[in-house]
């Protein structure tokens, strides 16, 4: 006999509670869509998600000593976090006691990412549900990050080609609709924000590199230092390893450059590269629109430059509020209400996978 109900306990909608523990940010969300209707889970659109809360809880001080992610404090950090985290998204969405009254569903990030943080989130959540009565959701952490497109703006025109740019991945996906996405690129090397961060840790500038390297980049000449654009006329796939390497090799040769002028020109390769790759693939598959996702989709100047080009080119572009591109819960709710209405209730039995590729279905 099943220990969970339907999630159609409010009728017209589902509310799910949602964490996300991949990394280094203890996440927790609260959202609201339409109810689970099987039937109509495979539409063209995306429906909106309201978001009643959304707490981050961030680990960069914890971090920061060491020079990045240690895998061991994160998990422990989560560990006790958590709970004040959980706590603080429902009273912040008005849900000041009995959870299961109000909750239709929870769900977590189950995939990629660091495994131990993955296990604390994975393991909250369906002892919640558990106790709740309500159905668990896994979700796909990079499935989270296209979902955070729709937030704020679900009625973007399809197909779209979201540049997905972060710590640990820089991919370009096609999304066609719900549920249907087909891979046009990714690096065969370092990701953006792992070369933001090693360039960084190399300056001796400190952890996080990326929006360390983001404000010094304001103070120096993007144009007075030429570093290489790793592949940018070469296909759709990318490759940073080379451009930090090189960046490294100047400085050895030019010890006394301005680390201001070295930020500001790697910042404006790596800006220069992501771009004309996105640019390509939109003319590639014929999308309507060009969206950001990601940490690094904070990078001030490839927000800049993102959105005046891609609208420049005749795209209709998003580039999302911060809140939603870094690491956060309400992206994993949104992506939750989704697969819960296409695919139903995920099994208690399920665990985490730190490799767990996106689905493609082309």
Known sequence: MSTTRQATATGTTTTLLAIETSCDETSVAVVRGPAAD????????????????NVVSSQIDLHAAFGGVVPEVASRAHL?????????????????????????????????GLIGA???????????????GVPYVGVNHMEGHLFATFLERPDLELPLVVLLVSGGHTMLVEVRRPGRYRLL??????AAGEAF??????????????????????????????????????GLDFSFSGMKTAVVNFVRRHPHVSDADVAAGFQEAVVDVLVAKTLRAGAKVGARTLCLG?????NSRL??????????????????DRAYCTDNAAMIGSAALWRLANDGPGSLDSGADPSLRLELVR
Request: hydrophobic share 45%; proline share 7%; aromatic share 6%.
């Open 303 to 320: 927000r800049d430059r993102f959105g005046a080009e891609a609208a420049a080119a005749g795209y209709d572009v998003l580039v999302p």
């Open 185 to 190: 690129g990714s690096t065969i090397d370092d």
């Open 38 to 53: 099987p039937a109509a889970a495979d539409l063209d659109r995306f429906a909106p998600t309201e978001v009643l809360s």
């Open 80 to 112: 006790e976090m958590l709970e004040s985290v959980v706590a603080r998204a429902l009273a912040d969405a008005g849900i000041d006691d009995e959870p299961e009254r109000h909750l239709d569903a929870v769900a977590a990030t189950c995939g990629p």
């Open 294 to 298: 990601g940490g690094v989709a904070a």
């Open 197 to 234: 961060d090693k360039v960084a840790r190399y300056l001796g500038l400190g952890y996080p590199g990326g929006p360390i390297i983001d404000r010094l980049a304001t103070e120096g000449d993007p144009h007075a230092i030429r570093f290489p654009r790793g592949m940018i006329n070469e």
């Open 118 to 132: 993955l296990l604390i989130g994975v393991s909250a959540a369906k002892s919640l549900a558990l106790a709740w």
